[in-house]
């Protein structure tokens, strides 16, 4: 019964998508129209249409306020795959046959607003504090409306560390006691993380140093160093990797995770074949569709320096408007009903354990978010990979996951790939 859910659950993570053809699009996987509405108006007029990398089941209560705030409005949801939504949702932005509304992420944010394909939504930002208008700012404009933040953190189940008597960790050194006493004692593997994506890779070497060295003043600024040459991962973030390679050491984070996926993982974790999980909030979706009496708490990432505690996350998502839009002006209705508390507080809903960018508004998350709010509060939420330029953070990011899944299997050094993701940003700042 539980493959059964987890492949029912996992329609919103990693399914096969009807396929869509096009005479410019041929048959690039992962497209499908989704609409719901209030009733059966099928005036033209009337509909708005979203594009997103999130299925209709991850936007349900976004759904829900849609249909309730606009009864006489149809929404029609075309949903595009992460991993072909960028060069997709760019063609059909050139071609003027993009969806009204669309999801983007920080870099399509200032692509667009470049390209003129996207509206300057500044007058709709004013209530937001500076990280969410920063987040979709270029040249002195607003671009898109924030979603609530994204997080990565390690979720745990409460129940299992209390029947193998395992300590719930609250330092590095008491994460890597606990990991080891479940695992060599309790016979139970202590961490599941889907390393098969290089971004996931990147990010547990990230949240790491973000604990260690980015919450630091002096690691604050690296990516400004970094973007101009500057410095480079060789000389700043090597010698703080220690704690990453630790996790390598006590067979916390295992070769065998290379070719683990986030269902796998989700599919172990619920199986109670691990204790823990990295993931997020759509990790946390999944577990709780499976196994809805699950007791969760949460971790962040634990370091030996710096504030010694982080996580991974911040405003990755922003709501923004096609310039060549059908509907224009019952988008722009729309998407400024998205910036009010309202609004908001269905994006939150789609994102247990996130907050808002509205100015002095916060979310009360439940207790197994306990564990990371201090990281809100504190300021210790970092995505690191955003402060090393517009030209740098996407493929170096990729890039440095790369490298360090070669690290984990045995392939390389840490030196070489820190001398890999040198050379790499290198040739861009020189080449571009």
């Not at 910036?339 to 979310?363: N, V």
Request: charge should be negative; charged fraction near 25%.
């Amino acid at each position: 019964m539980k493959g059964v859910k987890l492949r029912k659950i996992f329609v919103s993570i990693i399914s096969t998508i009807t396929i869509m053809t096009g005479a410019l699009l041929g048959s690039w996987p992962g497209i499908a129209n989704l609409s719901f509405a209030a009733g059966n108006n099928e005036n033209r007029d009337n509909i708005i249409r979203i594009g997103s990398w999130y299925t209709q089941e991850d936007l349900k209560y976004l759904q829900a306020y849609l249909v309730e705030t606009f009864p006489d409005y149809k929404f029609e949801f075309e949903y595009i795959a992460k991993s072909n939504y960028e060069p997709i949702m760019d063609s059909k932005l050139s071609y003027k046959g993009a969806p009204d509304i669309i999801y983007v992420d920080q870099e399509m944010a200032e692509k667009h607003a470049r390209t003129g394909y996207i509206l300057n939504l500044t007058d709709m930002c004013g209530d937001f504090t500076d990280e969410g208008r920063l987040a979709f700012e270029y040249g002195n404009a607003v671009y898109a409306v924030p979603n609530t933040s994204q997080f990565v953190c390690i979720y745990y189940n409460k129940d299992l560390l209390e029947k193998a008597r395992a300590p719930i960790p609250v330092s590095f050194e008491s994460f890597l006691t606990s990991c080891d006493y479940l695992r060599l004692v309790a016979g139970v593997q202590p961490v599941i993380a889907s390393l098969e994506d290089p971004y996931d890779v990147a990010d547990s070497a990230l949240g790491v140093l973000s604990a260690n060295y980015f919450s630091t003043d002096r690691g604050s600024g690296f990516g400004g160093r970094l973007q101009y040459g500057r410095t480079t991962f060789q000389e700043e973030l090597h010698p703080y990797m220690g704690d990453w390679e630790e996790l390598l050491t006590h067979m916390i984070l295992t070769k065998k995770m290379y070719v683990i996926d986030n269902r796998t993982a989700v599919e172990k974790f619920v199986g109670e074949q691990a204790a823990m999980i990295v993931g997020s909030p759509e990790i946390y979706k999944a577990v709780k569709e499976a196994r809805p009496d699950m007791s969760i708490g949460t971790i962040p990432f634990y370091g030996t320096n710096g504030a010694r505690k982080a996580i991974i996350g911040g405003c990755d998502v922003g709501i923004a408007i096609n310039a060549n839009a059908m509907n224009p002006e019952r988008a722009k209705e729309v998407v400024e009903s998205l910036t009010t508390y309202e609004g908001q507080m269905a994006l939150w809903k789609d994102r247990p354990g996130s907050q808002t960018y509205l100015k002095d508004t916060s979310f009360k998350n439940g207790d197994e978010f306990r564990g990371i709010e201090s990281c809100y509060r504190d300021g210790l939420v970092f995505t690191p990979w955003m402060d090393w330029s517009f030209e740098l953070n996407k493929q170096v990011h990729y890039k440095l996951g790369r490298e360090l899944q070669k690290v984990l299997l045995n392939r390389e050094t840490m030196e070489d790939a820190f001398d890999n993701v040198d050379a790499l940003v290198k040739d861009i700042l020189q080449n571009g």
